[in-house]
């Protein structure tokens, strides 16, 4: 060592030296955090800086639609009559700048509409609403962002996330939505807003987003792994199946088919006046249905949950089924039906109100419990 600093160290005194000594490790374990500190807030940004590898994402894609067609619900679609054409791209979804405010809704990517009559949609992330269009002429797509209560590195990943591809083969125009590179947690916060014209069928597929209809017409197929399927509309068919997701229809003017399963999920269907007799067919592997309309025929099935049913408008000339392997039912029909209703809980209780009738029940109720109690009132 040299001479000066051991001249230096020997005018100090011992109690000195152990404060200086401190001080040198506070001050390295503060250099420790500010790094650790430092990395932590941009590791995100980091990642946003790798490109996307559109054959990755096409291989999780296919994966995606493997793994959903075994949901897939039965359901008319009428053939395609148009000539197949050479697919055509419609290119990619632009960043948008980093300044936006708590709500940002765009970019926007509009399609020609003119003779498509089916839209597919397959979602490999983040959610997606159907709502009528505007101008019947074009297919409208907005990704939205919602990005309050976030911190600046998640609303960059927010703001520079999203990706679509179209494609169109004669009458049909395939869309392919995604949200790569952004946490599951954020997912979530990010929507495809796709705007319709009434006349295209829709067939659309998620893998764990949630799927929304608002204020269409046209015939629905929707199937989703592990995300919610919602739809409030005003008329037209649907078929919809979820794995783990739940299941809420609003239908004002039902037609056609009303199919509706669900692995593990809850259904809630509400109808109103029905321009066409159709029947409903509702099945949950491990949930509660809940049905209130005029369908003229009813099959609802669940394994485990309650059954609450409120049709006032079942066709006497058809037989209708309502059974739980363990649930509880509860049934109110119109007072003037004299049809056939077989009515079973395995272990529930089965109960048949006031509402149900002004005279006698009709001559072809079958109601079986192997535990519960059996209970039919009428006025």
């Not at 039965?74 to 405010?101: L, M, W």
């Not at 249905?289 to 099959?299: E, K, L, V």
Request: proline fraction near 6%; hydrophobic fraction near 35%.
């Amino acid at each position: 060592m040299d001479a000066r600093y051991k001249s230096v160290l020997k005018q100090l005194h011992p109690v000195e030296i152990i404060v200086i000594f401190w001080l040198l490790i506070a001050a390295s374990l503060g250099m420790v955090r500010y790094g650790a500190r430092w990395f932590s807030q941009h590791r995100r940004l980091l990642l946003l800086q790798t490109a996307h590898n559109s054959d990755s994402a096409q291989r999780k894609l296919a994966r995606n639609n493997s793994r959903l067609r075994h949901l897939q619900p039965a359901v008319a679609v009428r053939p395609s009559t148009y000539k197949s054409e050479r697919p055509k791209q419609f290119g990619t979804i632009s960043h948008p700048p980093n300044n936006q405010p708590s709500l940002y809704e765009g970019p926007t990517n509009t399609m020609d509409a003119f003779s498509v009559r089916t839209l597919h949609v397959v979602l490999v992330s983040g959610n997606v609403m159907i709502v009528p269009a505007s101008d019947n002429s074009l297919i409208k797509v907005i990704l939205t962002r919602y990005l309050v209560d976030t911190t600046p590195q998640e609303r960059s990943m927010l703001l520079s996330s999203g990706w679509m591809q179209g494609t169109r083969n004669g009458s049909d125009v395939t869309l392919a939505c995604g949200i790569p590179n952004v946490p599951q947690y954020l997912v979530s916060r990010l929507t495809y807003v796709i705007h319709v014209p009434p006349s295209i069928t829709l067939d659309v597929r998620s893998s764990d987003g949630n799927i929304a209809f608002k204020g269409t017409s046209a015939d629905i197929t929707a199937v989703s792994d592990k995300g919610n399927v919602t739809a409030s509309v005003t008329g037209g068919s649907l078929a919809v199946g979820t794995s783990f997701g739940d299941i809420d229809i609003t239908n004002q003017h039902p037609g056609g088919l009303l199919d509706v399963k669900t692995d593990h999920g809850t259904i809630t269907v509400a109808t109103g006046e029905a321009d066409e007799p159709y029947a409903a067919t509702l099945y949950s592997g491990g949930g509660s249905i809940t049905f209130s309309g005029d369908a003229a025929q009813i099959q609802a099935t669940t394994t485990t949950g309650d059954i609450f049913v409120n049709d006032k408008d079942l066709n006497s000339s058809v037989r209708s089924s309502i059974q739980s392997g363990s649930g509880n039912l509860y049934v109110v029909l119109n007072h003037g039906y004299a049809g056939g209703l077989n009515a079973q809980a395995g272990s529930g209780n089965i109960s048949l109100p006031p509402d149900f009738t002004n005279g006698p029940p009709p001559p072809q109720l079958l109601l079986q419990t192997s535990k519960g109690a059996i209970t039919v009132k009428s006025e």
